[in-house]
């Protein structure tokens, strides 16, 4: 039988707290899948995590809190490979040869980079605008072709593309096309009514590590409209009930459709919802926090696994970054 090259991915959340439904919907549930089939790297990006406000003191314990969520979830050590972006400098320098071919008006209309820069009007800087270079630099580190990521990331990734192409067309080609694994839980949107889930947004998140105290809590004070008067046509397309229909529909779609059926009878009691909702996602959520809970003990071994899988994933950086810089003429 041959032996089929596994194709390579990867992909990488930032260090600013502990994951949430959306990043585990839109990013770690498509890791969990690839890792038994493909030839995967994760990362925790540390170097994307600076370029928004935060707090050196607690900055290594936050690394640290996205590895324990990456293992609880499923993640395993045995089958791919989990980095700390920092530990492998060749990031930095691969986004530094990178960024001389890529012109800087592209990336000052990105939509995340006009995002941030109006969340932090006051913490502007050349790291913000950088991101989607280096963010090329980690997908293309490693010769990925797939990654596993929420649909926000899609203009990022398109930014990929089009820099492996310059390059393969000025220097001979060396990067494959890049593509995002697409998923039904690409876009899980925020509990507030408006937006997606994230981190930087109170009270639009659900945390993996949230107790089920807390789950109830987030979901009673999750938004909802007056209810339907009488009987609907349709179920609503936007807004905080379709929001919570959405949510609901990604754990759960039998349960999802009793909700559903009895808001188009015009009989829903949001509030029974939203604690049969909030049910499903402890239940979901259970055996992550369990196995969270251990690893909280068990920190040394956490270290180890990044540790291990930086050096590892170091050893493919090397070769690649070399390639390039000899293509670019560096070597
Ligand atoms: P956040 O926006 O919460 O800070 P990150 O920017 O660190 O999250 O994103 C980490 C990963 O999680 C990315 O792949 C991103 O696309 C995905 N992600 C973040 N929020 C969502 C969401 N609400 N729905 C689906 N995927 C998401």
Redesign the pocket.
Known sequence: MKNKIKQKVF?G??A?GQL?L??Y???VKGMLALQETHDCIFSVVDLHTITTPYDPDSLQNSILEIAIDYLAAGLDPKKCKIEVQSFVPEHIELAYLLSTIYPVSRLQQLPTYKDKTLQHPKYQNMGLLFYPILMAADILLYKTELVP?????EPHIEVTREIARKFNAMFGETFPEVKRMETV????PSLLGTG?????VPGSYINLADSPDVIYEKMSKAKTDSGPQSKMSKLPEEGAVANLFKIFGLFDVKRAKVFESQYLEGSIKYMEMKETLAEVIIEVLQPIREKRNDLERNKEYVKKILLEGSIEARHEAKINLNEVKQKMGLI
């Open positions: 992909s959340i930032r600013t949430h959306g990043n919907l839109g990013a990521a929420g649909v926000d990331q839980g690409e876009y899980v997606k889930m994230s981190k930087s």
